[in-house]
T-cell receptor, first 110, second 116 residues
Framework: RKEVEQDPGPFNVPEGATVAFNCTYS??????FFWYRQDCRKEPKLLMS???SGNEDGRFTAQLNRASQYISLLIRDSKLSDSATYLC???????????FGSGTKLNVKP | DGGITQSPKYLFRKEGQNVTLSCEQN?????MYWYRQDPGQGLRLIYY???????QKGDIAEGYSVSREKKESFPLTVTSAQKNPTAFYLC???????????????FGSGTQLSVL
């Protein structure tokens, strides 16, 4: 089983739609959780950290469910510029490396 | 501007040739990492270093070598022993190591390596 799993998509949505991605992680000792955005042939860039209480940044909302070991990312009012691959990243107290999901591809259509 | 600089952006390797990818950071970060990304796949860790003159193998270290003689620099050599080197290579850094809670990774812009 992979440490971090994501639905690869692609998710094809119209502009203005709300879309949600989930990511599951295997180790309950994981401590820190992030969403990164990666455009084609570019480096991943930090979108947001995910906190236990959930957190929001504009149109983006991230949530953590420790009991079920998953994190989610909700994008409201999708823009064309949101089209990218979204990577789930996890690290933990007992780990010495970061674990990456393989990414979920989002295509926002006009 | 603070950041991570990778060079070159594109690199071509001939059969039997070793090539070196450069990674420099001016963020004063302790930890540095090399990842490989193949099309449609996630990032896989090649090597990482948490302090100068020390580094550890990641999941796919065979055919690669690194050095960490300076805090700012973590070059990656792709040796001739790496039989399938074509991939997108990403260098990253973090303030401390991933065992630190809420430690974030910052990436360079990547090097696309192809075999001639």
């Amino acid at each position: 089983r992979k440490e971090v799993e994501q639905d690869p998509g692609p998710f094809n949505v119209p502009e203005g739609a709300t879309v949600a991605f989930n990511c599951t992680y295997s180790n309950s000792a994981s401590q820190s959780f992030f969403w990164y955005r990666q455009d084609c042939r570019k480096e991943p860039k930090l979108l947001m950290s995910v906190y236990s209480s959930g957190n929001e940044d504009g149109r983006f909302t991230a949530q953590l469910n420790r009991a079920s070991q998953y994190i989610s990312l909700l994008i409201r009012d999708s823009k064309l510029s949101d089209s990218a691959t979204y990577l789930c990243v996890v690290n933990g107290y007992n780990f010495n490396k970061f674990y990456f999901g393989s990414g979920t591809k989002l295509n926002v259509k006009p | 501007d603070g950041g991570i600089t990778q060079s070159p952006k594109y690199l071509f390797r001939k059969e039997g040739q070793n090539v070196t990818l450069s990674c420099e950071q001016n963020l004063n970060h302790d930890a540095m990492y090399w990842y490989r990304q193949d099309p449609g796949q996630g990032l896989r860790l090649i090597y990482y270093s948490q302090i100068v003159n020390d580094f550890q193998k990641g999941d796919i270290a065979e055919g690669y070598s690194v050095s960490r003689e300076k805090k700012e620099s973590f070059p990656l050599t792709v040796t001739s022993a790496q039989k399938n080197p074509t991939a997108f290579y990403l260098c990253a850094s973090s303030m401390r190591g991933p065992q630190t809670t809420n430690e974030k990774l910052f990436f360079g812009s990547g090097t696309q390596l192809s075999v001639l």
